[in-house]
């Protein structure tokens, strides 16, 4: 099973700022990365796959990077709106396997 | 537009049984491969299972093996889980979730909508 690490677990940023996420792979899954934001009580919501392809309706402030084993998610400039929970994925091998998150909060 | 509803979840005794259901409408159901994943309180997420469009291939998550089975009624748009011989580590808000892709079968894929989730509690 591909094990995804998401340093760190947390993020102190302030409305305006560009926040980066990180996401490793413990083998190479190609292209084959997705990100899913996820604000409390809330079901994860598709943000990219294909490591940089933006899904349906998701702003052009986010945007995503990498291939093999080195994924980067990118949030141009901090929305009030964009403070939650972040999340990989990879589709690379079964089983699916997700990161731990990282979480972006208001500093 | 594309709705995914949960349904079934509750509170349980371990080894107790529990069906879960998801509701699908705004899209064509049938063609689609469906997943269910989980998270438990305060957890990150967690795969459980998958099966293609027309149920010929089905996947598990080795902490559900022999125990959760994922099926579907296409004629009721409709995805299940059923869950038997629970355990307190099961306990977890369930999402069904579809992969993005129609007529796929066994391929891992990312997923593209997912339903509200629905909570299930395992204690005694």
């Known amino acids: 099973e591909i094990v995804l690490t998401q340093p760190p677990g947390t993020l102190s940023l302030s409305p305006g700022e560009r926040a980066t996420l990180s996401c490793r792979a413990s083998?190479?899954?190609?292209?084959?990365l997705a990100w899913y934001q996820q604000k409390p009580g809330q079901a994860p919501r598709l943000l990219i796959y294909?490591?940089?392809s933006r899904a349906t309706g998701i702003p052009d402030r986010f945007s995503g990077s990498g291939s093999g084993t080195d994924f980067t998610l990118t949030i141009r400039r901090l929305e009030p709106e964009d403070f939650a929970v972040y999340y990989c994925?990879?589709?690379?091998?079964?089983?699916?396997?997700f990161g731990g998150g990282t979480k972006v909060e208001i500093k | 537009q594309l709705q995914l509803v949960g349904s079934g979840g509750g509170v349980v005794q371990p080894g107790w049984s529990l069906r879960l259901s998801c509701a699908a409408s705004?899209?064509?159901?049938?063609?689609?491969?469906m997943h269910w994943v989980r998270q438990a309180p305060g957890k990150g997420l967690e795969w459980v299972a998958r099966t293609s469009y027309d149920e010929y291939s089905k996947f598990y998550a080795d902490s559900v093996k022999g125990r959760f089975t994922i099926s579907r009624d296409n004629s009721k748009n409709t995805l299940y889980l059923q869950m038997d011989s629970l355990r307190p580590e099961d306990t977890a808000v369930y999402y069904c979730?579809?992969?993005?892709?129609?007529?796929?079968?066994?391929?891992?894929?990312?997923?593209?909508?997912w339903g509200q989730g629905t909570l299930v509690t395992v204690s005694s």
């Open positions: 294909g490591a940089s």
């Open positions: 083998q190479s899954v190609s292209s084959n």
């Open positions: 994925q990879q589709y690379g091998s079964s089983p699916l396997t």
């Open positions: 979730a579809r992969a993005p892709s129609p007529y796929s079968g066994g391929s891992p894929s990312f997923l593209d909508y």
């Open positions: 705004g899209f064509t159901f049938r063609n689609y491969p």
